[in-house]
């Protein structure tokens, strides 16, 4: 479902578009939520990062997707979303969304729908990071995520994106995905991986 299918038109209308650079910060972990944001374009990654620097990706947006869903619950943003590309995204503010949905049903159980498609999505993933196996993970993905035809997948990113949504580091992928192309498993092409086998 895309944005237009569930938000209301008035709230809509009232979306304020900025643009980010690569690497600038959309809104970072503990600060207050302003509101929902939709990429219009480019790509915006959820991250923590732990003590030791470590950087844990939890979600990458593309165009068409929302993020800060959870936010307009919460008193703070749980992470940090930063723009991997520039990137062009709207912000719908949390209490016209919130008026919203008190005031059209329709809006809110659409928004739930929205939800709900995000949790399969992240159970998926959790599916996918409890696999050990580096060449597993990545046909996991490719399973997973292949197209219409049954064997392509588009890649949202670079493979360096690829690498850090699937847990391992872009060394294993890289060499991974060489392994797999070299026994004929799988044809790297651009922004596409097809399954041959």
Same mark, same amino acid.
């Given at each position: 479902?895309?944005?237009?299918?569930?938000?209301?038109?008035?709230?809509?209308?009232?979306?304020?578009?900025?643009?980010?650079?690569?690497?600038? &910060?959309?809104?970072?972990?503990?600060?207050?939520?302003?509101?929902?944001?939709?990429?219009?374009?480019?790509?915006?990654?959820?991250?923590?990062?732990?003590?030791?620097?470590?950087?844990?990706?939890?979600?990458?947006?593309?165009?068409?997707?929302?993020?800060?869903? &959870?936010?307009?619950?919460?008193?703070?943003?749980?992470?940090?979303?930063?723009?991997?590309?520039?990137?062009?995204?709207?912000?719908?503010?949390?209490?016209?969304?919130?008026?919203?949905?008190?005031?059209?049903?329709?809006?809110?159980? &659409?928004?739930?729908?929205?939800?709900?498609?995000?949790?399969?999505?992240?159970?998926?993933?959790?599916?996918?990071?409890?696999?050990?196996?580096?060449?597993?993970?990545?046909?996991?993905?490719?399973?997973?995520?292949?197209?219409?035809?049954?064997?392509?997948?588009?890649?949202?990113?670079?493979?360096?994106?690829?690498?850090?949504?699937?847990?391992?580091?872009?060394?294993?992928?890289?060499?991974?995905?060489?392994?797999?192309?070299?026994?004929?498993?799988?044809?790297?092409?651009?922004?596409?991986?097809?399954?041959?086998?």
């Amino acid at each position: 479902m895309s944005q237009q299918d569930w938000l209301p038109p008035a709230v809509r209308a009232s979306g304020v578009e900025r643009r980010l650079k690569a690497g600038q &910060a959309l809104f970072r972990m503990g600060q207050s939520p302003v509101g929902l944001y939709e990429l219009v374009s480019g790509s915006v990654r959820l991250v923590r990062v732990d003590s030791s620097g470590r950087e844990a990706v939890l979600f990458t947006a593309g165009a068409g997707d929302t993020i800060a869903e &959870a936010s307009l619950f919460s008193s703070s943003y749980h992470c940090d979303a930063i723009a991997t590309t520039n990137s062009v995204v709207r912000l719908y503010s949390k209490p016209a969304i919130i008026a919203a949905f008190e005031r059209d049903p329709k809006a809110s159980q &659409a928004f739930m729908a929205v939800l709900a498609r995000r949790i399969m999505n992240l159970r998926t993933r959790l599916e996918q990071r409890n696999i050990h196996s580096a060449r597993d993970r990545v046909r996991h993905f490719l399973t997973v995520n292949a197209g219409a035809d049954g064997r392509t997948v588009v890649l949202p990113g670079t493979v360096k994106d690829l690498a850090a949504d699937l847990g391992l580091s872009h060394e294993a992928l890289y060499r991974t995905l060489s392994e797999m192309a070299a026994e004929g498993e799988i044809e790297r092409l651009k922004g596409r991986i097809r399954l041959t086998s």
